[in-house]
């Protein structure tokens, strides 16, 4: 897996998405002594210059990030573990929890939906959510029937219009679920994002990345 980005030995690049990830990746990088020099939030440029000109950031879907990574388009990123367990690892050396964008994969229903005696019974469940392969493997685990309707955003939408009986997605502070009349009724696992690298990038530019991944590894144990 080393795609064109495999000549320039000492040129790295590192796959971010814009919002909270690269907001909370910003001081892991100043941590290792790389200030970016473009703000995402304000310019349309997907290819970002540091301090160090041997050093850049792509902008790139939160989804997209392994992507980018596995196939050495980036050497390395930044992903939740969300992201990271539908997308499979395949490729990716994952050397540390960031302890950034922290949240929960939950199971959530409509407030009044009495979810427990509907598994109790063994009903067939319909359940709507981004996050497929977490959803089949939790509801697998668990012996419950499901059918799943895979969806792209704005889950909590779906058991209000009678799409799905129940949503698997992210949650944090429970304000999204609450302003959409929704209750969690199962939690599956807590989730933070990681560090992601390339295999044959971690080999043949293991001398650039070393310092960066030890930089990154001292400030994300004060995060959190
Ligand atoms: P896209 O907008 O491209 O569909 P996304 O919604 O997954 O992507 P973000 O919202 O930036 O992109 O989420 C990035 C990561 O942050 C997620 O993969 C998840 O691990 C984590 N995350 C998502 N929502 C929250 C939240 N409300 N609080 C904390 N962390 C979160
Ligand atoms: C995420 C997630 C939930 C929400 C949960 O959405 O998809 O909807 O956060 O957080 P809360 O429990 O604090 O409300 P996000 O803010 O990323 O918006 P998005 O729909 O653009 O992904
Ligand atoms: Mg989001």
Do not use: W
Request: proline fraction near 3%.
């Amino acid at each position: 897996m080393n795609g064109s980005n495999s000549g320039a030995n000492s040129q790295l690049i590192l796959a971010l998405s814009k919002g909270r990830i690269f907001d909370d990746t910003l001081p892991l990088l100043e941590a290792a002594g790389i200030t970016v020099k473009d703000n995402p939030e304000t310019s349309r440029k997907l290819i970002l210059a540091t301090n160090d000109p041997n050093v850049r950031v792509i902008i790139v879907r939160a989804t997209d990030v392994p992507t980018y990574v596995q196939y050495g388009a980036a050497d390395f990123g930044v992903a939740g573990k969300d992201v990271l367990l539908e997308h499979g690892g395949e490729g990716l050396y994952q050397p540390i929890d960031l302890n950034i964008a922290a949240c929960r994969m939950a199971v959530a229903v409509q407030a009044g939906f009495d979810y427990a005696t509907a598994v109790r019974q063994g009903a067939r469940l319909r359940v709507a959510t981004k996050f497929v392969e977490t959803a089949r493997e939790h509801f697998a685990a668990k012996g419950v029937h499901v059918d799943l309707i895979k969806l792209y955003g704005s889950m909590e939408l779906a058991p209000l219009v009678g799409l799905s009986d129940a949503i698997v997605d992210v949650v944090s502070t429970g304000n999204t679920l609450r302003a959409n009349n929704l209750v969690e009724v199962e939690h599956i696992m807590e989730i933070s994002s990681r560090l992601v690298v390339n295999q044959a990038a971690l080999k043949l530019k293991r001398e650039r990345l070393q310092p960066i991944i030890e930089a990154f590894e001292r400030a994300s144990k004060n995060q959190g």
